[in-house]
Structure formats: C-alpha cells, structure tokens
C-alpha cells in the first residue's frame, strides 16, 4: 500500500505548518500512529520515523509538534488519562455520594474499575492500544512507576480514601498493598493478551470484558479484605 505523505507546510514569517479546513488534525493523527505503535513495541521499539511513516506525515512534523520521542510519548499517555482520570473521580465521588454509611469495598473498586472496562468495550480501537501500553508501562521498572504516579497518582489517591471508609479497620499500609495487587490483575486484564484463551483451551476469552466486569471486582475486595483480617490480632491462648 502507498501512503501518501503530509509534509510540512509553514506560513509566512511564523514557520508554523498551515492547515486548511480538509485537511486533518496533524497531532491526533500523530498520537493515533504513535499510540499504536508504542502499544506493540514499546517506547524503545518506536522511531519518530517509523510514527511518522505509520501516521502518513513527514517526520518534521512530529518534532514540531511534540520535541522529542519522550514528549510525544508522554502526550500519548496524557490524552487518554485525563479522560480516565475525570471519569473514575466522577464516578467515585457519586458512589460515596449515593452510598454514605453503606461502602463496600466492591462498591469502591466497580466505580474505579467499571469506567476503564467502558472506554474498552466502547471507546474503539484507540483505547484497545492505550490499555495495552498502559499495562507495559505499569511493568517497566526504569521508569514505569514515575510515569503512573505522573499520571495516576490522584485518582488513586481518591480510591484509597473511599476505601478507607468501606474497610475503616484497615491499616493504610494494606490498603496500599490491595492497590498493587488491584492494579496488576486490572492491567493485565485490560490488555487482553490471549493467554487465558490458550491456558483454558478457550474455556476462557481475555476479550470477553463483561466477564471480567463480572469478576474482578469480587475477586480484589475478597483480597482487600483479606488483608485487613491478616492484620487484626489473634486472640491469647489461655494454658490449660
């Protein structure tokens, strides 16, 4: 296939690109190819090159959009957290609203979750790529858990404190503790890689996301819960 390739256009005295009214979006289509291609290779397995070729646009384009292959891939992963972000706050804020005096730690992490598994089943094959790299970044350890705390950090911060109110024994500690273990099993299960499809002999579909809607949730509050039981002391033993 021959891609037809944009190149940049400057207005006078500005050497800025030009645009017209056909023609497209030059960042979104950029972020699009890139979003894409870090997705299945990663950030050192991406060129600025090969996302311009992919994107159908010279490469000086996507340096003067975004600077460097850093701040393009950081602006990737802004675009669709700041969409994540405002979703997951708004539905954590209603559930504690709606639900004063009757948090559950199920409660707590279906309105964390579930808007994650919506954007998935709804939001087209753009978020299909985003959960994928979002899953390699949470398991990079250069530079992974800078980047997720950049992005992340508050609205976690907020599950922690609806948490701390459906489980008002738990140690703080442990709670971060069900977090790390929430986040792993919601990564992986949002990247939807295939291997439960093999591990199963299809018994089970990794793209099957109501199934995993239906329980996930059950599944890390049992282990949140867990946790806080492993903390509460033994009672003595009187000697007989």
């Keep these: 296939m021959v891609r037809k390739t944009l190149s940049v256009k400057k207005t006078a005295g500005r ?11 030059y960042k979104e289509v950029i972020l699009d190819g890139a979003e894409g291609l870090f997705a299945q ?7 600025t090159r090969q996302v311009a070729v992919e994107a159908g646009i010279d490469v000086a384009l996507v340096h003067y959009y975004f600077g460097t292959k850093r701040g393009l891939f950081d602006a990737v992963f802004l675009r669709r957290a700041e969409i994540l972000n405002a979703a997951r706050l708004a539905s954590l804020d209603a559930y504690e609203r709606d639900n004063a005096g009757a948090l559950t730690a199920e409660g707590a992490i279906a309105a964390f979750v579930h808007p994650l598994i919506d954007a998935s089943l709804t939001g087209g094959p753009g978020w299909k790529s985003y959960f994928a790299l979002v899953a390699q970044v949470n398991n990079t350890p250069a530079w992974g858990g800078a980047t997720m705390t950049r992005f992340f950090d508050p609205v976690v911060h907020r599950l922690i404190d609806v948490l701390s109110l459906a489980l ?17 099993a919601m990564t992986l299960c949002l990247s ?7 591990l199963s002999n299809g018994a089970c579909h990794s793209n099957d996301l109501e199934a995993i809607r239906n329980r996930l949730t059950g599944y890390c509050a049992a282990g949140f ?4 039981e492993s903390q509460r002391p033994t009672a003595a033993v009187s000697p007989t």
Excluded at 15 to 25: K, L, M, T, Y
Excluded at 168 to 184: C, I, K, R, S, V
Excluded at 225 to 228: D, G, N, T, W
């Design 15 to 25: 050497g800025r690109p030009s645009r017209s009214e056909d023609q497209p979006n």
């Design 168 to 184: 008002p024994d738990a140690q703080e500690n442990e709670l971060y503790w069900g977090y790390q273990f929430l986040t792993g």
């Design 192 to 198: 939807e890689t295939g291997r439960i499809d093999l």
């Design 41 to 47: 290779h990663g950030f050192y397995g991406v060129s």
């Design 225 to 228: 819960r867990a946790l806080v």
